[in-house]
């Protein structure tokens, strides 16, 4: 009786050092920053993962405007814009993070020959600033130099990101992670023209299971004003297929040692 009881104290000192140190986990911070409504699907699977415990949000910069598909009938301006913001709500209930926020600066940036770039690319870094001041994230995602399919709008995004950490000295502050895909991934996809970086050089490799892979498959079937049915089953179809159910991101690094020399 006294060893039981002496063996059930131990279990029970364990178990609540156990929930201590649970609860002690510092939960992050996850701010996830895309151009446009559907671009959150490129990385569901680690949102879906990481929404499990810690605080992920997702803004997108643009407003989806000009992101015209002949089988949806909806034509260009704001009704697009409101069906798209509907689109992304969607995905985010289904991905289980926080819902989007939308800095609403105009699809493309007036590099497609509507507005003016300089005006939209200051509004875009102020309310982006502004946006990441509130929120004061541990972790930053956002396109890498290839900007996914070398979209514009994603690459603009990916370097303001960055010049404005670089510019407000938040750099040490909150890690900034670029997400890219490896050439087997590009490969994998190759009716999409994707970029991608040598896999060498991708220092975080993100794995993720069936239920977040499920996440991700409710997600894109949300964006029905730019997928048709059938583009949007071949995709899903793609998906369920590939299995190795990981991800790459390279983490933003500097040196901080002084040097007078290149």
Same mark, same amino acid.
């Given at each position: 009786?006294?060893?039981?009881?002496? !063996?059930?104290?131990?279990?029970? $000192? &364990?178990?609540?050092?156990?929930?201590?140190?649970?609860?002690?986990?510092?939960?992050?911070?996850?701010? *996830?920053? /895309?151009?446009?409504?559907?671009?959150? %699907? %490129?990385?569901?699977?680690?949102?879906?993962?990481?929404?499990?415990?810690?605080?992920?949000?997702?803004? $997108?910069?643009?407003? #989806?405007?000009?992101?015209?598909?002949?089988?949806? #009938?909806?034509?260009?301006?704001?009704?697009?814009?409101?069906? @798209?913001?509907?689109?992304?709500?969607?995905?985010?209930?289904?991905?289980?993070?926080?819902?989007?926020?939308? &800095?609403?600066?105009?699809?493309?940036?007036?590099?497609?020959?509507?507005?003016? $770039?300089?005006?939209?690319?200051?509004?875009?870094?102020? @309310?982006?600033?502004? *946006?990441?001041?509130?929120?004061?994230?541990?972790?930053?995602?956002? /396109?890498?130099?290839?900007?996914?399919?070398?979209?514009?709008? =994603? !690459? &603009?995004?990916?370097?303001?990101?960055?010049?404005?950490?670089? !510019?407000?000295?938040?750099?040490?502050?909150?890690?900034?992670?670029?997400?890219?895909?490896?050439?087997?991934?590009?490969?994998?996809?190759?009716?999409?023209?994707?970029?991608?970086?040598?896999?060498?050089?991708?220092?975080?490799?993100?794995?993720?299971?069936?239920? =977040?892979?499920?996440?991700?498959?409710?997600?894109? !079937?949300? =964006?029905?004003?730019?997928?048709?049915?059938?583009?949007?089953?071949?995709?899903?179809?793609?998906?369920?297929?590939?299995?190795?159910?990981?991800?790459?991101? @390279?983490? $933003?690094?500097?040196?901080?040692?002084?040097?007078?020399?290149?």
């Amino acid at each position: 009786m006294k060893y039981n009881a002496l !063996r059930l104290g131990m279990l029970l $000192f &364990l178990a609540i050092g156990l929930l201590a140190c649970n609860n002690t986990l510092e939960k992050e911070i996850i701010l *996830t920053i /895309f151009a446009h409504p559907d671009d959150e %699907t %490129t990385i569901g699977p680690v949102l879906a993962k990481y929404a499990e415990n810690h605080e992920v949000y997702l803004v $997108f910069s643009t407003d #989806g405007s000009f992101g015209v598909n002949d089988h949806s #009938g909806i034509p260009a301006g704001n009704s697009l814009v409101e069906i @798209r913001k509907e689109e992304a709500e969607c995905s985010c209930a289904a991905l289980g993070i926080n819902p989007p926020i939308f &800095l609403g600066i105009q699809d493309g940036m007036g590099l497609n020959c509507h507005g003016n $770039f300089y005006e939209e690319e200051a509004m875009l870094k102020e @309310r982006l600033l502004k *946006t990441i001041l509130e929120i004061q994230p541990t972790k930053i995602i956002t /396109f890498g130099p290839g900007g996914d399919t070398g979209h514009p709008d =994603h !690459r &603009l995004l990916g370097g303001i990101t960055t010049e404005l950490l670089l !510019r407000e000295n938040l750099i040490d502050d909150v890690d900034l992670y670029y997400f890219s895909w490896t050439k087997e991934q590009a490969e994998k996809y190759s009716q999409w023209n994707l970029n991608y970086a040598d896999k060498e050089l991708m220092d975080v490799e993100i794995s993720f299971g069936q239920g =977040h892979k499920d996440a991700l498959i409710s997600s894109i !079937r949300c =964006h029905k004003s730019q997928y048709t049915p059938e583009e949007m089953e071949s995709w899903i179809a793609m998906e369920e297929a590939d299995q190795s159910n990981v991800l790459y991101f @390279r983490k $933003f690094k500097r040196d901080k040692k002084k040097k007078s020399e290149f």
